[in-house]
């Protein structure tokens, strides 16, 4: 069982940086593949970012350049970096973590808004 906690979001200007953390309790965190998703009103939840037991990382087009994931092993954290926020980053941004094993559900924290506006 791993429970996820979302810190970090806020209110931001176009241009501006915010800095989203999870945090996972729970054993074997280095095992699973820990991503960023976002859900803005009225659209589809959609993957940000997300990054493998080993590091691999991978990005949406709409953030490669602007946004950074990282683990944090030792701690059991996930962050994501984000620059040069833009009014479309808006959304509630979601933690998750996959488990490398079949069967085994997927685990999301409930969630921080994100918002960019001036």
């Known amino acids: 069982q791993v429970q996820l906690v979302e810190s970090g979001g806020g209110l931001v200007q176009p241009g501006g940086s915010l800095r989203l953390s999870c945090a996972a309790s729970g054993s074997s965190f280095r095992i699973y593949s820990m991503g960023w998703y976002r859900q803005a009103p009225g659209k589809q939840r959609e993957l940000v970012a997300r990054i493998t037991s080993s590091s691999s990382t991978n990005y949406a087009d709409s953030v490669k350049g602007r946004f950074t994931i990282s683990r944090d092993n030792a701690k059991n954290t996930v962050c994501l970096r984000m620059n040069s926020l833009e009014p479309e980053d808006t959304a509630v941004y979601y933690c998750?973590?996959?488990?490398?094993?079949?069967?085994?559900?997927?685990?999301w924290g409930q969630g921080t808004q994100v918002t960019v506006s001036s």
């Open positions: 998750n973590a996959h488990s490398p094993y079949p069967g085994i559900n997927d685990y």
